[in-house]
């Protein structure tokens, strides 16, 4: 079975400094992985993903994140905070199956950021 | 191009009652599913569909019924609703039939509460 946590339900940061939010996964196999924000009495949006290749990865509105495969992590990092960025960040994760198709998309439970001006 | 759509945004039942919450999209999207969001526990995966006239269950399928006569319509109905559906219930759509690292875009919810 594959599974996501997100130890952190809350975060908060200083506007302008650096932000850190932890994603960890359990799988069977190579994930793939990605981030999705959602703002209040909105819909999910996504920020990034991990396929392959380059464990940095770089998404919308100045996120990044990071895959560590020894670690099974990959936690989403922004070098400046903004008031704006506050929201409601999920996790997920998804396995390629050998025919090509994949498991189901399965998410964290979500950590609230929370940016202080 | 308006994306995921979703009708209502916000329903309140009585225990009993059935309705259809719908959900559309215009991005030739084969890959549609629905979620139901609860405080503290992410999104759980109700159905999902594959192409037209194709659905399957997700992890939390019981309560719900779906159909997919089109590409781009996906309804959820539920049959009998029971205070345990109180949730708010979020639709996506991917390119592709099997998804792969493709991500999914999120209609803007359903608030539904049921007393």
């Known amino acids: 079975a594959q599974s996501v946590a997100q130890p952190e339900d809350q975060v908060n940061v200083a506007e302008g400094n650096p932000l850190t939010v932890k994603c960890t996964y359990s799988?069977?196999?190579?994930?793939?992985l990605f981030w999705y924000v959602q703002y209040p009495n909105r819909g999910l949006q996504f920020l990034l993903k991990y396929i392959t290749g380059d464990n940095l990865v770089k998404g919308s509105y100045g996120f990044e994140a990071e895959f560590n495969k020894s670690q099974t992590s990959f936690h989403l990092k922004k070098p400046s905070a903004l008031v704006s960025d506050s929201a409601l960040y999920f996790c997920a994760v998804r396995v390629p199956t050998l025919s090509g198709s994949a498991r189901q998309l399965t998410f964290g439970s979500g950590t609230q950021l929370t940016v202080l001006p | 191009n308006a994306g995921v759509t979703q009708t209502p945004k916000f329903q309140v039942l009585k225990t009993g009652q059935s309705m259809t919450l719908q959900c559309a999209q215009d991005?030739?999207?084969?890959?549609m599913s629905w979620y139901r969001q609860d405080p503290g526990m992410g999104l759980r995966l109700i159905h999902y569909s594959v192409g037209a006239g194709i659905t399957d269950q997700g992890e939390v399928p019981n309560g719900y019924n779906v159909s997919r006569s089109t590409t781009e319509d996906f309804p959820l109905r539920l049959l009998s609703a029971a205070p345990s559906q109180t949730s708010v219930y979020f639709c996506?759509?991917?390119?592709?039939?099997?998804?792969?690292?493709?991500?999914?875009?999120f209609g803007p919810g359903t608030r539904l509460t049921v007393t």
């Open positions: 799988v069977s196999g190579n994930p793939y």
């Open positions: 996506a759509s991917s390119y592709g039939r099997w998804q792969g690292p493709h991500e999914q875009y």
């Open positions: 991005m030739n999207h084969e890959y």
